[in-house]
């Protein structure tokens, strides 16, 4: 395999990126122009425009071997021989296959590179998989593993960089697996610091590229989606959309697709029912609503909006409707105003004075205006909008709908595909973000915005913990257990699918109420996997960050079909090693209405503080669904608690939420509650 194909397709894929103009690009997507394959040794490889893991590719030499099972004339060091016209190829009829691949010397490897046979029969294709190192070629860690698209475009696993002399591919493979080609990465290597700065790992490999995606209250599972390609977003398809559900508790990511719903779900507004059913709206194919229920597994078709949208944002309310505004990407630009989906009646209904103006952007492209708005359901039946306008309103859901102005975020502006978490009851951190959705610089502004009645003035924190330390849009984020912020990815210069000015630091806001500035930003463990446009991140029922994807453009060269965890600092000992957790043993009961009290048995005593996060649903920077809610356990017996949850409908939104008790600053692992509409 040859280095200069790697570095040849990334950069001109990144030279596009920087020097077309995005309407360019989005037209050669609409006509079907991706061309996304190359030559390596004269044979034609589709790329799927990855990137390739950060560093620089091994040289061979010295390398050996060893294998499962080969078929006669393939042997397993052919496939590293620099050369297309031979292959290795394991056995037929065993349940699992690998290649054990032994380096010269040890070094910090970052990923690797898998050419499926090429033009050869697709029963050999590698799907399943897992990717581990070794110093010793005995003793083995797992650094990537999922489900890869069966095809034979090339194969990319790209994880932390971990030092190692042995490589090691294995999946199950009935049929046998024939591979032509296997390059080898290695990077600088990063010294942990995992209990001051978190740590990076495993990756998980998706068949698509995680664009939007939401956690099963249920399981613990996060179900993600592309849009109907698995690598491209348009050209002239839809009514189906590509899904993958990657289980923690399986350990696997399978692949779906769903058709029954005639939807195109890319670029659509998500938000969880109170029964934690993920509730999908417009995007690609704008006018349509899909509902997953996680309880059965099934995808099914609701009731059609109003208007189409696309990149409309969605909010749950607090008697357990939806509330939707904006999405000019799609159906048609402006007068995108409010309307309302309740899920018992499976009806949609307008709110023409829910106006959408009031929220506009000054961007110079007219359908971006209203796109991602930071939305969070409050009380009595009200949305806040706290961006990515300057301007900030209320929004109200009788009748024909309101809107009233709510001030404005001081010492900021515009923040298009900034972010916006809500990191205690009525607490909203703002960060980041751009005056243009893209060709602009972006910014480290940060505010906090404190919330209390209705069609009232929000109060407005400006330069928060003296703002970010980079610059970010296109970035993610998290509200974490102890009600820190975790925030991952974006550029300094936002550039729809480029890849130049990317923040590989990820960083951490601690809120301070003690603090002027509300708290205290911190760099966190760097990154070696860029996350940029159409990336996500999601909060799991373990206290970990699943965050991923990034890309979805057909020839774009920024397709990132994975996603990491992120274990924060708070799970681990300087060693690396899991931190002692407290366990919640039983909550009682499990569903409660607003101002409800819960009962908890801990396996030992706990802190006072403990807190309640709603399970998130993300997209496009997007994730209004998640909140934290501080709680205090107040002591009934040994090992026995309760606390109390907020007693005005909207605060606590109706759905489902971690309960995380704590121990010296280390969360548990959640368990389920149910908030009910009152």
């Known amino acids: 395999m040859k280095t200069e194909f790697y570095a040849l397709a990334f950069l001109l894929g990144a030279v596009r990126a920087r020097v077309e103009d995005l309407k360019d690009l989005e037209k050669a997507y609409q006509e079907g122009k991706t ?4 030559k390596v040794h004269g044979v034609d490889v589709s790329t799927l425009s990855q990137t390739p893991p950060q560093g620089q590719q091994i040289p061979t030499d ?19 021989d620099d050369n297309n016209g031979t292959f290795w190829q394991s056995a037929s009829g065993g349940n699992a296959q690998s290649i054990s691949i032994h380096l010269k010397d040890e070094v910090a490897i970052s990923g690797i590179i898998i050419v499926p046979l090429q033009g050869g029969d697709e029963t050999h294709f590698i799907e399943e998989h897992e990717v581990s190192l070794s110093t010793d070629g005995e003793n083995w860690d797992r650094v990537a593993y999922g489900t890869w698209w069966p095809d034979d475009s090339q194969k990319v696993a790209a994880f932390q960089p ?3 002399k042995h490589v090691r591919l294995s999946g199950p493979a ?8 296997i390059a080898i990465y290695q990077d600088k290597y990063i010294t942990p610091n995992p209990s001051k700065l978190g740590a990076w790992g495993p990756t998980i490999d998706f068949p698509v590229v995680p664009v939007s995606a939401a956690v099963d209250a249920h399981t613990g599972d996060v179900v993600a989606w592309s849009a109907w390609g698995y690598d491209q977003f348009v050209a002239g398809k839809g009514a189906k959309t590509q899904t993958a559900t990657w289980s923690p508790n399986k350990q696997t990511v399978t692949k779906r697709t769903v058709s029954d719903t005639h939807h195109d779900m890319f670029c659509s507004g998500i938000s969880l029912d109170e029964d934690s059913k993920i509730i999908v709206t417009g995007g690609a ?3 349509q609503t899909s509902i997953y229920n996680t309880t059965d597994d099934a995808w099914f078709q609701a009731a059609g909006m109003v208007q189409s949208r696309g990149y409309q944002a969605s909010a749950t309310l607090s008697d357990g409707r939806m509330f939707v505004i904006g999405g000019s990407w799609s159906g048609g630009v402006g007068g995108k105003n409010g309307e309302v989906y309740d899920p018992k009646t499976n009806t949609w209904t307008s709110l023409d004075d829910a106006k959408v103006v009031k929220m506009y952007t000054k961007d110079r492209r007219t359908y971006r205006r209203d796109n991602h708005g930071w939305l969070f359901g409050w009380t009595d039946g009200y949305t806040f909008q706290a961006g990515p306008s300057q301007q900030m309103n209320w929004y109200g859901s009788s009748g024909t709908g309101t809107q009233q102005g709510a001030g404005q975020r001081t010492g900021d502006q515009d923040a298009m595909c900034g972010n916006a978490v809500m990191y205690d009851n009525g607490k909203i951190l703002t960060f980041g973000g751009s005056p243009w959705y893209e060709d602009k610089n972006a910014t480290t502004n940060a505010n906090i915005i404190s919330l209390d009645k209705p069609d009232q003035d929000a109060t407005v924190l400006s330069n928060a913990g003296g703002g970010m330390h980079y610059a970010r849009t296109f970035h993610s984020s998290v509200v974490l257990p102890d009600g820190s912020v975790f925030v991952n990815g974006g550029q300094s210069y936002g550039v729809p699918f480029g890849q130049d000015d990317v923040q590989m630091t990820p960083e951490l806001f601690t809120p301070d109420a003690s603090n002027e500035q509300g708290g205290t930003w911190q760099d966190l463990e760097t990154n ?4 940029v446009y159409h990336s996500l991140s999601l909060l799991l029922q373990d206290g970990t960050v699943f965050t991923g994807g990034g890309g979805l453009c057909g020839e774009c060269a920024s397709n990132h079909f994975d996603a990491q965890i992120y274990t924060p600092a708070y799970l681990l000992n300087e060693d690396g090693s899991p931190r002692d957790r407290p366990e919640i043993q039983s909550v009682s009961p499990s569903s409660v209405k607003p101002g409800a009290t819960v009962e908890v048995t801990t396996a030992g005593p706990v802190d006072t503080k403990a807190s309640i996060v709603r399970y998130g649903s993300t997209t496009h920077t997007v994730n209004t669904d998640q909140r934290r809610i501080a709680v205090e356990l107040k002591s009934t017996g040994d090992n026995k608690y309760t606390f109390d949850i907020p007693s005005a409908p909207g605060q606590a939104l109706p759905g489902y939420y971690m309960l995380f008790v704590m121990k010296d600053g280390v969360p548990s692992h959640s368990v389920n509650v149910q908030v009910t509409s009152d």
């Open 285 to 287: 194919d704008g006018g």
């Open 174 to 181: 009935p049929n046998g697996i024939a591979i032509d080609d």
């Open 162 to 164: 971990r030092k190692a």
């Open 62 to 80: 010295g390398w050996t071997a060893d294998c499962t099972s080969t078929e006669s004339g393939h042997d397993c060091d052919l496939a590293f």
């Open 528 to 531: 070696t996997i860029i996350r």
């Open 35 to 38: 061309p996304d394959t190359t």
